[in-house]
DNA sequence: CTGAAAGCGCTTACAG
DNA sequence: CTGAAAGCGCTTACAG
């Protein structure tokens, strides 16, 4: 910068007007610098700035180790939203980094990061408090809590789970099994009592052996649907918690022999681009990653500016995709043929 | 540090050298520091560091606009070294930031990075030499050049060719198509150049039409499986430039009802996790991401201290990896019979 | 072994 | 509209 202003011919104070845009300089000395700029190909060092501002435009993002495309496609759509805001996301993973998620907060922390989105379950939520008590911005995915510095997007499980309980009880379904994530997990226990509120709602009742764990990946969703087509009074349709462990279920009901959707229904929740690819194609509680990055992204900006930087909650929708895993139960085409 | 100074009853200096480890302290000095660091949880400003070093422990990767899962599976092994070694990734697309990829190079540049790994075509080469022009350690993957801060990763291409048309010859395929990236992209001439040349190697002809240009998604290996299944003289196997165009050609044969590997076997190119999760599971020829991972970071870190900086070139192996998609081409079969 | 001081590159009240 | 100067938080020769 400083050699800039020389060939400039003025101070690095006014470069630093000039180039800031905002401050008033005269058209011509404006000018002046412009050219010394490209003329030097001039970058200007941003860890300065944020040693100054404490802001450093970066936005980070913790995403927990799973297997799973949904993370990446909800990144490239945040990494977007960013870049067009002149941000840069810094990325830690929660659970390979060394040290764990404290580790990654205080990556997070040391670099001055404007915002964090934390996409855990809630057993480990607490960690990320650290965030919030130094002031940052943070936004967590379904998480089900607000506070200072901390607000949450939450997807609609609910009016998914309801929309596709009541898909296939049109279809003639009463048998429906859920596939649920890891024992104890937030996110696992949120869907599976939606999954359960929406039974309730469309009066079909929950048997036995009817819930199981997984582990949010295609070999919990494979392991899970044998055990649950070795059932006496085996499910006519089954639902996942997401979209890898229903291609686990669409696996091991083809290793069994098992038709879907003849034998049995099968539904995913993420909608992952992948869906389209397997067959039979697999119908899907879809989230839009677009809305929730975005939502990720207003969150983080308008926790800046709230009376008391207090948090609120962002609802994501979510919309039943029929494809071709799902379709009538066995009794009811019997009936009807 | 100011306030850890205090508490302790030291200089910065002191703290300074404290936190170092490196540097001269008494013990109980030391333990003084440490004290006090805890007490006030204090986390060191990474940006005034990076002011006096010029370096700013941070690492970035560029990646195409590509969805795909290969990607991604690169980034978490990468991010995990990066991690392990007190590295933060930071991340940019190529494509989507505003911009395009000079102004995820200037990021970079901005912000200090200790080193950057480029995923791009040839084409697009050219705005990172911005990166190297600075001294900015730089890593591309198969762009099959070195030079001064400039290092390259490159899959064993050649190898993974010769293997998966040779293992097509031994099931007694003679036509054999290739479904190439977009055209004009170097990658997708390097691997189509490795296919000709394995062909050539075989003594196998090539043959017309059967060499296609897919865009590396699985709707352009859809399409083109379609165009060669139509062919009069159609080919009994078909090599992918990477395992998303090959799960379309796998869905294109479907659709068809071309069986595979019955009529027609599909091998391709990546081993992405999903490959055995499709039904048939796919042939491919496999790269360990977590091989590429720490070459891209050796280079990186070698790039530092060689000698006059000079870059140079890793192999990455790739291995076939044999699943459901090949079986015997069907003359054979029909002779065996 | 430790402290005072300079300096990394930028921004911004404060004068002019 | 512009310049000189202080300061952001750290590191590191330089004395002691």
């Known amino acids: 910068m400083r050699d800039v202003a020389r060939r400039a011919g003025v101070s690095v104070a006014t470069v630093s007007r ?4 905002s401050s008033t300089v005269a058209e011509e000395t404006a000018l002046l610098v412009q050219n010394a700029v490209e003329a030097l190909d ?16 970066a936005l980070g993002v913790i995403i927990p ?4 495309p949904f993370f990446f496609e909800f990144l490239r759509e945040f990494e977007a939203l960013a870049s067009a805001n ?27 990061v404007d915002g964090v989105v934390v996409m855990p379950s809630i057993d480990e939520l607490e960690p990320y408090q650290l965030l919030t008590l130094r002031k940052v911005p943070t936004v967590a995915i379904d998480s089900r809590r607000v506070g200072p510095y901390f607000s949450d997007v939450s997807l609609m499980h609910e009016e998914g789970m309801l929309q596709a309980v009541g898909c296939l009880k049109e279809l003639g379904h009463r048998r429906i099994a859920f596939i649920a ?8 226990s949120i869907r599976l009592e939606a999954f359960r509120s929406a039974l309730r709602k469309h009066l079909i009742p ?23 087509l070795e059932l006496r009074d085996r499910p006519t349709a089954v639902i996942a918690i997401n ?9 091991a009901a083809r290793a069994a022999s098992v038709s879907v959707p003849g034998d049995v229904s099968v539904i995913g929740f993420d909608g992952i681009e992948l869906d389209e690819v397997v067959s039979p194609t697999l119908t899907t509680i879809s989230v839009s ?6 939502s990720c992204h207003t969150a983080l900006k308008e926790l800046q500016t709230a009376r008391h930087h207090e948090g609120r909650q962002f609802q994501v929708p979510v919309e039943l995709v029929r494809r071709q895993s799902t379709g009538p139960a066995r009794r009811l085409r019997k009936a009807v043929l």
């Open 181 to 188: 994530g890891s024992e104890g997990l937030f996110i696992s």
């Open 86 to 112: 002149e941000q840069v996301v810094l990325l830690a993973n929660a659970e390979t980094s060394t040290g764990g998620p404290r580790s990654s907060v205080r990556q997070m922390l040391m670099r001055l």
């Open 65 to 68: 180790d799973l297997s799973n």
């Open 206 to 228: 929950e048997r036995a052996g009817y819930i199981r764990a997984g582990n949010y990946r295609v070999d919990g969703g494979d392991r899970e649907m044998r055990a649950l």
């Open 18 to 21: 000039a180039l800031d845009g």
């Open 42 to 57: 001039f970058v200007p060092n941003i860890s300065a700035r944020t040693l100054k501002y404490g802001q450093s435009r």
């Open 243 to 251: 979209d890898m462990t229903a291609l686990g279920a669409l696996r």
């Open 289 to 294: 990653r677009a809305h929730m990055a975005k």
